[in-house]
């Protein structure tokens, strides 16, 4: 009995540091490196770019507008066979996790032991890619995020420079490796882990555009939070 009481006293506080972890990481935010104002923020209003940030209850990607500057940037995508510059694709969404769990889960019903492990130890991690249609701004797993036209450049450059690539040539897809017809997997640059998972890519991500995120995000609603709770009244 009293190895189980050490046995349950352990779990309770174990549990009871993962939530002030998660706590304190939403409620404080992580510092963003200070960048020279806009000289004509005067009519940043009319030209904002807007992107989406799109959650489960595990994950989130950030889709941005098929636009002609985000087909330009990705056309490696295309290139590799998933065609962005394609009728009815209206956005491309970007997300960054484990290679085992991404690639081999695209459902619950595909949930293996071998790729939960290495989500919570340690994996190599890919970059996904999906084209999408018209994206109901409405739906609650859809946060609509306006940015100024250089915030957007930075958080461009930041998802292309997550694609892992050899020098001088331009990232490679995953063969074999999708869901459906309308999506792809490249290797990413970084590791994965359970403390260093995709929310905290997508944080990193939009901290490279500019926004204030909590110092660590480990789920989406948490990085939800924070983004809504540090970025009030705050131009972008």
Known sequence: ???????????????????????????????????????????????????????????????LPADPDVLVAFSFVSDAGLTLDHPGVFWVAFGWGGRSFYVETPTWADLKPSPVFNALTWDASVMHVRRAGDIPLELESVMPVDLSPDAFDRLLEGIGNSFQSKAGAVPQAIEGAAYD??????????????????????ARMLREAGLRTGAWTSLPVTLNWSLQLHNQGKDR
């Open 1 to 63: 009995m009293r190895f189980v009481r050490k046995v349950l006293f352990g779990l309770g506080a174990t549990a009871l540091i993962v939530l002030i972890a998660i706590g304190l990481g939403t409620l404080v935010p992580r510092p963003i490196a200070l960048m020279a104002a806009s000289s004509n923020a005067g009519d940043l209003q009319e030209r904002t770019r807007r992107v989406l940030i799109l959650s489960n209850p595990i994950h989130t990607d950030i889709a």
């Open 181 to 202: 017809g309308h999506d792809i997997f490249f290797p990413a640059k970084g590791g994965f882990n359970a403390f260093a998972g995709c929310n905290v890519w997508t």
